[in-house]
């Protein structure tokens, strides 16, 4: 649980409740018309998504140090 908090702040993500290391995690919705048009069309490009408001990403590094406190 700590390990996906840690990602999902060092990603500027969220996770999902059953979210397990190594799985996509959501991205924040967007906050302009313009990032949601971004959005919107990396979603159809990438199929990574089912809306502006629900898409996914694979964390960039899913590995956190144990020893992070």
């Given amino acids: 649980m700590?390990?996906?908090m840690?990602?999902?702040d060092?990603?500027?993500?969220?996770?999902?409740?059953?979210w397990s290391q190594n799985s996509?995690?959501?991205n924040k919705?967007?906050?302009?018309?313009e990032e949601l048009e971004?959005?919107?069309?990396?979603?159809?490009?990438?199929?990574n998504g089912m809306n502006w408001y629900l898409s996914f990403k694979?964390?960039?590094?899913s590995f956190?140090?144990?020893k992070d406190p």
Avoid at 38 to 47: A, D, F, M, S, T
Avoid at 58 to 61: A, I, R, T, V, Y
């Fill in 2 to 4: 700590i390990k996906g």
């Fill in 6 to 8: 840690q990602i999902a």
């Fill in 10 to 18: 060092k990603e500027n993500a969220v996770i999902p409740a059953n």
């Fill in 24 to 26: 996509p995690i959501i």
């Fill in 29 to 33: 919705s967007p906050q302009t018309f």
């Fill in 38 to 47: 971004n959005r919107q069309n990396e979603i159809v490009k990438e199929n």
């Fill in 58 to 61: 694979l964390p960039e590094n």
């Fill in 64 to 66: 956190v140090n144990d």
